[in-house]
C-alpha cells in the first residue's frame, strides 16, 4: 500500500482526520515503519511546540503589571502628560524668575496675565494689526510648539520604550515635586455657601444653581452656577461662568469670568478678564490693575488703577477714574459716553464708526491724548499695509510649514495625505471643530483636568492653524504633480497651494465658506494624524 | 463531557494560587461570576491572566496591544460569562474569548477586513515541499524553547494566529476556521505551512 502524505499525517497527530481515514492510516501504520516515525516525529513536534509555547514569555509573569483599569490611552500616556505639564511649570516659573521688564512683558509667553490677555485680546490685536500682533502671535505660537514638542517628543519616547519605567517614576517624583500643591475642595449643590464664619483653606470648585461666598477662600474660587455672589473675601482667582456674577466683597487676585452681567461692587487687587453682556463696576467698586473685557454694555462708575481696553457693541459709560489709558472699539449703538465726573489719567482711544459716539462732558478729565479714530469702510487692497500683512503671515505659515516639516516629517506628510481622504477629513473636521469645545469644558469641569483642557486649548488653536498648512500643500502638489516627493517639493506645494488659498479667501462670501471647509479639511487630517500616531505600528500580514 | 464536570475542571497548576475563595471549589467561583459577583470574578482574574495575556502576546504585537486585550477580555467577562453553558472546559472556552478578542483588534487594525485573507487556490490542500520531512526534535532544552517561542512570534500573522490558537489554546481546526472566517482546508494548510516555515527558520532543530 501507498505511504500517507506528511499533511495527511499531520492532520492525524491533530487528531483532525475523518474517522474512516484515521482508521486506514492506523491500519497502515501497523505495517510501514517509515510512517509510523514520521507519525512519532509529528507528535513529538506537536509536544514541543504546545511546550514552548506554553512555557510562557518572562513579561507574563508579571501579571500585576497590568490591571484591569489598562486602556491603550492609559496611565502611562497620562503620566507623561503630567509629566510635560510639570515640565512647562518648572520653565513658566524660571520664565518667571527672570524678571523681564514690564516693557517686555508681552515677550514672556508663560506669564499666566500675558498669556489671557493675549487670549482676550486677540481679536483686538488682529482688527488692529500692526507689529503688536505678530510679536504677540509669535509668542504664543511659540509657546504653543514648545508645548507641542516637549508633549510630542516625550510621548514618542514613552511609545518607543525608550523611556522605561524608572525613566516614568523619576518623572512622577518630578511632577510630585514641581506641580504647586493643588489642594481641592468640590462642591456640588443646588446652593453652595461658604458661611460667614468659614473659612475654606483650598481652591474651592463650585457647580450649583446659587454660589455665595460670605466667608473666606484662601485659594480660587471657580464657580458654575446660575448666579455667583461674593460677599466675603477670595485670596486667589474669582473664575465663573454664571448668569450673573456679582462681587460686593474682596478678590485679591484676578476675575475671569464669562458671564451674562458682571457687577463689581467691591474690590478686586488685579485685573478683570472675560466677556460679559453687560458689566458695571459701581462707585464703591475699586479695579486694582487692568479691565480687558468684551461686552455689550460697560458702565463704569468705580475706580480703575490701570488700563481699560475694551470692545463694546452697544455703550460704554465712564464716569469714574481710570489710572491709565481708555481703549475702546465699536460703541456703534449708545456710543463712548464720559461723564463730568470722568478721569482717564493716560490717553483716550477710541474706534468708532461715527464721531458723533463719542460724548465727552466738559467736565471730563482726560490727562494724555485724545485719539479718536473712525473705521471708515475703505477697500483694505488700496492699503499697503494689507499686502505688507499677507506677505507677512505667508511667510510666517511657510516657516511653521518648513519646521514641522523639518521636525516631523512623517507626521506632517502623512496629515497633508490625509487631507486627500476628503469627506471623512471634513467630517470628522466639523466633528472635532465643534465637539472639541464641548469635550475642554467637561474635562475642565472635572478638575483634575482642568490643566489638560488647557492643553486641549492649545492643541485645538494649534491645529486650526496648521489646518491651512496642510490643505495648502496638499492643494499645490494636486496642482503641481511633482514626480518626486522631496522636502522642496513639499515646500514648494505649500507655497502654491497657501497662494491658491489665500487669493480665494478674498471672494466675498465663498472666501469665508471655503476658509471654513480648509479648517475643518485640515483639523480631521490633523485628528486622524494624531489618532494614528498614538496608536502601536500595524502589523503586515 | 458533562457540563458540570467541565465546569468543575480545575485550571491548570500555573494558574493555581490562594486567595479568599481557595476553599471553594471552581464551579462555584463560576456560578458566583455568573452573578456579577466581584471577588469571584477577581479570582478568575487571578487564576487566568497570565494564560490569556500569554495568548494575546502571541497573537499581538505588542505588550501593550496584549495587554489592552486582555484588560478587555476581562471587563468584557462580566458580561460574556452569562453564555458559558459549561459545554466545554472553562480554560478553552475562555481561551476562545480571548482568540476572539485578538482577532477583533487585528481586524480592526485590517479596517473590518478578514485578519488572514485566502489566497485563490487556498483551500487545495498542499503537499509537503520535501519529500523528506524533518519535524523538530522532541527533546529540547530550556533554551531552544524560548527559542522556538521567539521564533514562532516573528512568524507572518497568517502563520502565527492559527498556530498560537492550535497549539497554545487547543482550538480545532474547525474553531479555528470558525474564529478567523476561513475554509477548515485552508486553517489545515496554513498550520502545516507554519510548522514548515518554522522548520527552515529553525534548521538545527530539526532532525
Known amino acids: 500500500m501507498e505511504c500517507y502524505s506528511e499533511q495527511t499525517c499531520a492532520l492525524a497527530v491533530d487528531g483532525e482526520l475523518a474517522a474512516d481515514e484515521a482508521r486506514r492510516l492506523r491500519d497502515h501504520l501497523a505495517t510501514c515503519r517509515r510512517c509510523r516515525a514520521l507519525v512519532d516525529a509529528l507528535r513529538a513536534e506537536n509536544h514541543v511546540l504546545s511546550e514552548s509555547l506554553n512555557e510562557l514569555p518572562e513579561e507574563a509573569d508579571s501579571p500585576a503589571g497590568f490591571s484591569l483599569l489598562r486602556r491603550s490611552w492609559g496611565w502611562g500616556d497620562l503620566v507623561i502628560m503630567a509629566a510635560v505639564l510639570a515640565l512647562g511649570s518648572i520653565i513658566s516659573v524660571w520664565f518667571d524668575e527672570l524678571?523681564?521688564?514690564a516693557a517686555l512683558e508681552w515677550f514672556n509667553p508663560f506669564s499666566p496675565g500675558g498669556r489671557t490677555n493675549l487670549i482676550f485680546s486677540f481679536f483686538y490685536y488682529f482688527a488692529h494689526g500692526g507689529t503688536a500682533m505678530l510679536a504677540d502671535y509669535a509668542a504664543v505660537i511659540g509657546w504653543f510648539c514648545l508645548l507641542l514638542l516637549l508633549g510630542g517628543s516625550t510621548l514618542l519616547l514613552g511609545r518607543r520604550g525608550r523611556l522605561r519605567l524608572p525613566g516614568l517614576r523619576l518623572l512622577i517624583v518630578l511632577l510630585t515635586l514641581s506641580l504647586p500643591g493643588l489642594a481641592l475642595d468640590r462642591r456640588h449643590a443646588d446652593f453652595v455657601t461658604v458661611a460667614a464664619n468659614e473659612t475654606v483653606d483650598d481652591t474651592l470648585v463650585a457647580a450649583a444653581s446659587i454660589v455665595r461666598v460670605d466667608g473666606v477662600v484662601n485659594g480660587d474660587l471657580i464657580a458654575i452656577a446660575r448666579t455667583v455672589e461674593v460677599r466675603g473675601t477670595i485670596k486667589g482667582d474669582l473664575i465663573t461662568a454664571?448668569?450673573?456674577?456679582?462681587?460686593?466683597?474682596?478678590?485679591?487676585?484676578?476675575?475671569?469670568?464669562?458671564?451674562?452681567?458682571?457687577?463689581?461692587?467691591?474690590?478686586l487687587s488685579h485685573s478683570i478678564y472675560g466677556a460679559v453682556q453687560s458689566l458695571h463696576v459701581?462707585?464703591?467698586?475699586?479695579?486694582?490693575?487692568?479691565?480687558?473685557?468684551?461686552?455689550?454694555?460697560?458702565?463704569?462708575?468705580?475706580?480703575?488703577?490701570?488700563?481699560?481696553?475694551m470692545v463694546i457693541s452697544e455703550s460704554g459709560d465712564v464716569s469714574g477714574h481710570i489710572g491709565r489709558d481708555l481703549t475702546m472699539i465699536g460703541g456703534n449703538q449708545g456710543g463712548l459716553t464720559l461723564t463730568d465726573t470722568a478721569r482717564v489719567g493716560g490717553n483716550l482711544s477710541a474706534h468708532v464708526r461715527q464721531l458723533k459716539n463719542v460724548h465727552i462732558a466738559d467736565g471730563a478729565t482726560i490727562a494724555g491724548k485724545r485719539d479718536i479714530q473712525l473705521n471708515v469702510r475703505e477697500s483694505r487692497f488700496t492699503r499697503p499695509r494689507f499686502y505688507v500683512h499677507q506677505a507677512l503671515w505667508l511667510a510666517g505659515a511657510m516657516l511653521v510649514g518648513w519646521l514641522g516639516l523639518l521636525l516631523f516629517p512623517g507626521f506632517f506628510e502623512a496629515a497633508t495625505q490625509l487631507v486627500g481622504s476628503g469627506w471623512r477629513s471634513l467630517g470628522l473636521g466639523f466633528a472635532v471643530l465643534v465637539g472639541a469645545p464641548v469635550a475642554m469644558i467637561v474635562t475642565a469641569i472635572?478638575?483634575?483636568?482642568?490643566?489638560?483642557?488647557?492643553?486641549?486649548?492649545e492643541v485645538y488653536l494649534a491645529g486650526i492653524y496648521l489646518a491651512k498648512v496642510w490643505v495648502g500643500a496638499f492643494l499645490g502638489r494636486t496642482i503641481l504633480r511633482p514626480s518626486g516627493a522631496t522636502k522642496g517639493d513639499w515646500v514648494l506645494g505649500l507655497l502654491v497651494g497657501l497662494l491658491i488659498l489665500t487669493v480665494i479667501g478674498f471672494i466675498p462670501y465663498l472666501g469665508g465658506l471655503v476658509h471654513f471647509g480648509v479648517v475643518c479639511l485640515g483639523l480631521g487630517a490633523f485628528a486622524a494624524q494624531l489618532y494614528r500616531a498614538s496608536r502601536p505600528g500595524r502589523t503586515s500580514l | 463531557m458533562d457540563a458540570k464536570?467541565?465546569?468543575?475542571?480545575?485550571?491548570?497548576?500555573?494558574?493555581?494560587?490562594?486567595?479568599?475563595?481557595?476553599?471553594?471549589d471552581f464551579e462555584g467561583v463560576i456560578e458566583r461570576a455568573r452573578g456579577h459577583d466581584v471577588e469571584a470574578l477577581a479570582e478568575i482574574y487571578r487564576r487566568f491572566v497570565r494564560r490569556v495575556f500569554g495568548l494575546c502576546r502571541y497573537m499581538l504585537d505588542s505588550r501593550e496591544s496584549a495587554e489592552d486585550a486582555t484588560s478587555d477580555v476581562f471587563l468584557k467577562l462580566q458580561r460574556s460569562i452569562e453564555s458559558y453553558d459549561g459545554s466545554i472546559p472553562f480554560p478553552r472556552w475562555l481561551l476562545r474569548v480571548a482568540g476572539n478578542q485578538c482577532i477583533d483588534v487585528l481586524r480592526r487594525r485590517q479596517r473590518g477586513r478578514k485578519v488572514i485573507v485566502e489566497i485563490e487556490d487556498g483551500t487545495a490542500v498542499i503537499e509537503a515541499t520535501s519529500s523528506e520531512p524533518s519535524p523538530l526534535r522532541a527533546v529540547i532544552s530550556m533554551e531552544e524553547r524560548v527559542q522556538v517561542r521567539d521564533t514562532i512570534a516573528r512568524l507572518p500573522e497568517n502563520y502565527r494566529v492559527p498556530l498560537v490558537l492550535r497549539y497554545y489554546s487547543e482550538l480545532s481546526y474547525d474553531e479555528i476556521a470558525q474564529q478567523l472566517d476561513l475554509e477548515r482546508n485552508y486553517v489545515a494548510a496554513l498550520i502545516f505551512r507554519a510548522k514548515q516555515e518554522l522548520r527552515r527558520r529553525l534548521p538545527h532543530r530539526s532532525k
Open chain 2, 5 to 24: 464536570r467541565n465546569m468543575a475542571k480545575e485550571p491548570q497548576p500555573r494558574e493555581g494560587g490562594t486567595g479568599q475563595m481557595e476553599g471553594l
Open chain 1, 99 to 101: 524678571s523681564i521688564p
Open chain 1, 446 to 457: 472635572t478638575l483634575v483636568g482642568l490643566p489638560i483642557s488647557i492643553i486641549m486649548f
Open chain 1, 282 to 309: 459701581d462707585d464703591r467698586g475699586h479695579v486694582g490693575q487692568d479691565v480687558v473685557m468684551a461686552a455689550g454694555d460697560a458702565n463704569l462708575e468705580g475706580e480703575v488703577k490701570r488700563s481699560v481696553n
Open chain 1, 242 to 267: 454664571a448668569s450673573r456674577t456679582e462681587v460686593s466683597g474682596t478678590v485679591e487676585g484676578n476675575i475671569y469670568t464669562l458671564s451674562h452681567t458682571l457687577d463689581l461692587y467691591g474690590q
